[in-house]
Every structure is written in C-alpha cells, then in structure tokens.
C-alpha cells in the first residue's frame, strides 16, 4: 500500500495499518531515526489525527517536515 487511505473512504483501522507498514519499528533506533523524525514519538502516536480521521495524511505528514 503506497498511498495513503484517504479519510472519507477509509476506516480508522485501515489507516491504522497503512502507517504501521508505512512507518514500522525495527526496534532498532540507532539505525532507523523514525523515533528523532516524529520527535520521540512512534509513528501510531505521531499519525493519531489522521488514523482517528481528524486530518489527513499529508497535513500530518507537513507537521514533521517542517523543521
């Protein structure tokens, strides 16, 4: 699944499991650095406005790009 899901056509768990195999953990940190890219959080907390249908995918995404 490359594209997001978007809000209106999708459920919570559906983008729930786009970004968990968009963004997953590899337990890992020192090699990964999704953890520093979302500011200490996992993706899941980061995307919690778009997986609960409040924004969508590429404002959230905007958030972290900004810096």
């Known amino acids: 699944m490359l594209i997001?899901?978007?809000?209106?056509?999708?459920?919570a768990e559906e983008r729930r499991a786009?970004?968990?195999?968009?963004y997953p953990c590899i337990a890992d940190c020192d090699?990964?650095?999704l953890c520093k890219v979302f500011r200490g959080?996992?993706?899941e907390h980061a995307f919690a406005d778009y997986?609960?249908?409040k924004r969508s995918?590429?404002?959230?995404?905007?958030?972290?790009r900004r810096r």
Not at 4 to 11: H, V
Not at 57 to 64: G, M
């Open 4 to 11: 997001a899901p978007d809000l209106a056509d999708s459920t």
């Open 18 to 22: 786009f970004i968990q195999a968009r």
């Open 31 to 33: 090699m990964c650095g």
């Open 41 to 43: 959080m996992d993706a």
């Open 51 to 53: 997986i609960n249908g």
């Open 57 to 64: 995918y590429t404002d959230v995404s905007a958030d972290y």
